[in-house]
């Protein structure tokens, strides 16, 4: 099982996960010419794709789904909210899935979870190969909820945002209503929240951990990465910065 990024932050995010046959995309917010030429990059092409997973209805996730979709027809599965809060009721290729309940694509396990977010019915998604690796996905979420603690423990791989920085935001361009919103239950993780998340859920088994989701206009990476390095002490896996332009590229949990 292995996991790359098209790219990830505010102006587009995308995230490749394959086991043995199946190769699934989870979100896509970049044009289609964009999209192929960031496949390609990672060896791939649009036949390779099984199944498009949406995480919520937000243009920098959902925004090139429908076109990449209905030109190479491949099928797409989001929440019934995500569904009613997209452009989606014309396309006889997705499908609904609960929130709660663990569907398999292929070789592929894929437990959703809900997380507190601005949107309709937003999912983020725990992903079990065939030899049992298991890869978190954890990128727009307002705070970390009990069950998301519980169930991103046992990772071989986590994929984890680190959007603001407290000060930074506070200090920054946005609207007050902006940052209110970014900084709410509702918005994104800042950096101490996700330190304290890698804190909880680091162990012997957790081979990557990927930061990513940094906003350009709120954060650094190297603010991001000096949280996650104190959360992460003593640890021995590899911490790896996901950015806007390139993602990050493949990585072989097994």
Not at 53 to 71: K, P
Not at 179 to 204: C, F, M, P, Y
């Amino acid at each position: 099982m292995r996991i790359a990024s098209l790219g990830s932050g505010s102006r587009g995010n995308g995230t490749l996960i394959e086991d043995e046959d199946t190769c699934l995309l989870v979100d896509l917010g970049f044009s289609l010419k964009e999209t192929i030429v960031r496949l390609r990059r990672l060896s791939k092409s649009p036949e390779d794709i099984n199944t498009i997973l949406v995480t919520h209805e937000h243009a920098d996730h959902i925004s090139g789904v429908d076109a990449f979709a209905a030109n190479f027809g491949i099928a797409t599965r989001m929440t019934s909210g995500t569904f009613r809060g997209s452009q989606y009721e014309k396309r006889s290729n997705c499908k609904v899935v609960s929130s709660h309940h663990p569907f398999k694509i292929g070789t592929i396990e894929i437990e959703p979870i809900p997380v507190p977010h601005d949107a309709r019915e937003p999912s983020q998604f725990i992903f079990t190969g065939g030899s049992k690796y298991r890869f978190g996905l954890l990128t727009d979420i307002g705070h970390i909820t009990t069950h998301v603690r519980e169930r991103y423990k046992n990772c071989d791989a986590l994929f984890l945002e680190c959007n603001y920085d407290a000060q930074m935001l506070a200090d920054g361009p946005y609207p007050s209503g902006l940052k209110t919103r970014v900084g709410g239950s509702q918005g994104h993780l800042s950096n101490s929240q996700a330190a304290e998340l890698l804190h909880l859920v680091k162990n012997d088994r957790l081979k990557y951990v990927v930061i990513g989701h940094i906003s350009e206009k709120n954060n650094t990476p190297d603010l991001a990465l000096e949280a996650a390095q104190k959360a992460l002490s003593n640890w021995r896996g590899e911490l790896i910065v996901a950015d806007q332009k390139t993602g990050f590229p493949w990585l072989n949990m097994g």
